[in-house]
Every structure is written in C-alpha cells, then in structure tokens.
T-cell receptor, first 119, second 111 residues
C-alpha cells in the first residue's frame, strides 16, 4: 500500500495556542485528503474533505474557522487547530486518496495519527 | 443515510481459535467496502477492498468476503499479534465520496 506520513505523532499545547498537523503522501499524489477525529473506543468521525488547490469542505458541526485546512500541493495537507481548548483534545487522523494514478480511485490510506492534548 | 454496523463490539479468542467478524451495511450504491486494522494510538492500516457481491480476498490468516448486505472478515488460527481493532468502511455513490466507518470490533487473541 501507499505511505502517508503524519506529523507530529503527539503534541501537548496550552489553551489558546494554535497547533499545526501535517499530512504528507510520500509515494503518490494525493488529489484528495480527508481529516478525521477519533475519540477513545469510538470510530473515525469525518471532519473535512480537501481537494488539492480548492477550499476544504467541512462536515456539519465542524467549525471551519477553528480547524483550518490547507491542501496547497499534491503531497501535503495541513490541519491547524486554532485557539485550542481542552475539549479539542483528541486523536486526529488524515487519509489520502489518489484519483488519477496507480492506486485506483477508491483506495484511501491513512497517516499514523496525531494525539493532541490541550492543557 | 449510509450506515455501517459491526459486530461483535469486542471478541476474545484463544490462539488458534478461528472466528469471523461481521460488517452489515446499508448504502445507496456501493462503490467499495474496506477493511482496516487499527492498533492502539495508530492510524488505520489498509487490509482489503471489496467491490462486488461474491468477491473474496485473502491475506495471511485473514479472508474477507462480501454479499449485498454484509461482509465478513474470517480469521483463521489467529495469533496474539492479530489483536487489534478491525474497522469496516464503505464508500457510496459516484465520485470522490468519503468513507463511512463502523465502530469497529476489538479483537483480543490470548496465547
């Protein structure tokens, strides 16, 4: 399978600060990237979908001004959690899909996840 | 609304004790059904994609099957290293739609 690298794997930040999470596709071009949030023992909840060069599409209930997503290149998407609060503490995971290349148009591969703790 | 239901929520097996995990789905036009393995604190690891009823795929001790309503992940002679949460997801419709996930089955294999 394809490799998606997510960084950092863990981050602790103070309330009110911003945190940036990077998601890179290492061996393919990610035309679409998805950002998920996962609570303990729960499944993945889709936050937003981003297509390279376009604005992200956010799911209902997700604040676009709080969770800033940038997908400026075919190999990199970033999620910035702005003015973080303790309730933003969670496990954030990105996934990437290549619509045009060898991976086919349905395979989605995931990063390792980022454990965010806001204190 | 597209839905994915996985059962059981948790499964405890003895090493070598084969079993199956179930994934039931309702979706408007199945584009693909996916199985992932997730270890604690990690992102999901891709296992299989199934596209049409009757399709089967195998990888080591795992075999995934698909019908029009459900998918099974069969685990043959499991080992402790197979312990993980197994996630099922569907992609519906046409175009670049996101995956819809079930809640997963937490599998524990005891030596």
């Amino acid at each position: 399978g394809a490799v998606v690298s997510q960084h950092p794997s863990r981050v602790i930040c103070k309330s009110g600060t911003s945190v940036k999470i990077e998601c890179r596709s290492l061996d393919f071009q990610a035309t679409t990237m998805f950002w998920y949030r996962q609570f303990p023992k729960q499944s993945l909840m889709l936050m937003a979908t981003s297509n390279e060069g376009s604005k992200a599409t956010y799911e209902q209930g997700v604040e676009k001004d709080k969770f800033l997503i940038n997908h400026a290149s075919l190999t990199l998407s970033t999620l910035t959690v702005t003015s973080a609060h303790p309730e933003d503490s969670s496990f954030y995971i990105c996934s990437a899909r290549d619509l045009r290349g060898r991976l086919g148009n349905t395979e989605a591969f995931f990063g390792q996840g980022t454990r965010l703790t806001v204190v | 609304e597209d839905q994915v239901t996985q059962s059981p929520e948790a499964l405890r097996l003895q090493e070598g004790e084969s079993s199956s995990l179930n994934c039931s789905y309702t979706v408007s036009g199945l584009r693909g059904l996916f199985w992932y393995r997730q270890d604690p604190g990690k992102g999901p690891e891709f296992l299989f994609t199934l596209y049409s009823a009757g399709e089967e795929k195998e990888k080591e001790r795992l075999k995934a099957t698909l019908t029009k309503k459900e998918s099974f992940l069969h685990i043959t002679a499991p080992k402790p290293e197979d312990s993980a949460t197994y996630l099922c997801a569907v992609q519906a419709g046409s175009g670049n739609t996101p995956l819809v996930f079930g809640k997963g089955t937490r599998l524990s294999v005891i030596a």
